[in-house]
């Protein structure tokens, strides 16, 4: 199974998926990076990589490669479901067009920003 990442360390993603391996370098074309996810553990604001249809904006992440079974363990500490959803991608690399899922956020509040 094929990851993107726009917001996730190497670290810990393979602390939540061991098998998780770092593909190479991509871009989400038509996308722009939006902090409007409100968290529920700690209050912080959660980014997502937001569909805008406009060639210019980019999202830039790591491709992944991992288990079925570490993608289920990824879904739960991802909380898809949860304000979470997942969607398959067209990822740009160096090594030519693919796809890959992501996360988005589902329960957003425009206006938040990142925490300082």
């Known amino acids: 199974m094929l990851a993107y990442g726009s ?3 190497t670290a810990r993603m393979q602390e939540r998926a061991p098998s998780a391996r770092k593909i190479e370098i991509g871009r989400l074309e038509g996308y722009q990076l939006c902090w409007y996810k409100l968290s529920k553990k700690d209050g912080s604001d959660k980014c997502s990589a937001t569909e805008t249809g406009r ?3 980019v999202v830039w ?3 992944y490669q991992m288990t079925a079974q570490d ?3 990824l879904d739960r500490f991802e909380g898809l479901g949860g304000g979470y959803g997942e969607r398959v991608v067209n990822v740009v690399t160096q090594t030519g067009r693919g796809t890959a899922w992501i996360y988005y956020a ?3 509040e425009p206006g938040l920003k990142p925490f300082n």
């Open 71 to 73: 993608k289920a363990s």
């Open 61 to 63: 992440g790591v491709v």
């Open 7 to 9: 917001n996730m360390l």
């Open 55 to 57: 060639p210019t904006d």
């Open 106 to 108: 589902t329960s957003i």
